[in-house]
């Protein structure tokens, strides 16, 4: 009686079959790894945009609805800020607060009302220049 042939893969077969599946999965791991990385960056400018939005749409909101405005002049101009930019922004709001926009020592926009400072951008954004123009604005006829 003669034994049927023995039917398998050889001990070389499988470290060379296991060799190609580690490489194809460690080529396939860092391209998610690389994935994953890109993600979480745009998620971050996605998020320090809208933040810088949504301080710039406030700000604007507030300025809008505002009152008796006062300009600190960039330069020593006694101008209300009309020609020459300034540095900050005071007026009255629809509530009837003072309300002053600036950029702060740590380059973030601040709002001060009735003396409270908050920071209106996140701590990623840093501010190189914030001016203000102060046009159309004098003396009203009730």
Do not use: H
Request: proline fraction near 4%; hydrophobic fraction near 35%.
């Amino acid at each position: 009686m003669q034994n049927p042939p023995q039917r398998g893969y050889t001990l070389l077969e499988l470290i060379v079959s296991v060799g190609i599946f580690s490489l194809v999965m460690l080529a396939v791991s860092s391209a998610y790894l690389s994935l994953i990385k890109l993600d979480r960056e745009t998620r971050a400018t996605s998020d320090i945009l809208n933040n810088l939005s949504f301080a710039i749409d406030s700000v604007g909101r507030e300025i809008r609805t505002g009152r008796d405005y006062d300009c600190t002049p960039s330069t020593s101009s006694l101008d209300i800020c009309t020609s020459t930019p300034g540095t900050s922004l005071s007026f009255v709001d629809s509530n009837g607060r003072t309300v002053v926009y600036s950029v702060s020592s740590s380059r973030q926009i601040i709002q001060t009302v009735n003396g409270a400072v908050s920071e209106l951008t996140d701590p990623r954004i840093t501010i190189d220049s914030l001016l203000f123009y102060v046009r159309g604005v004098g003396s009203t006829v009730d």
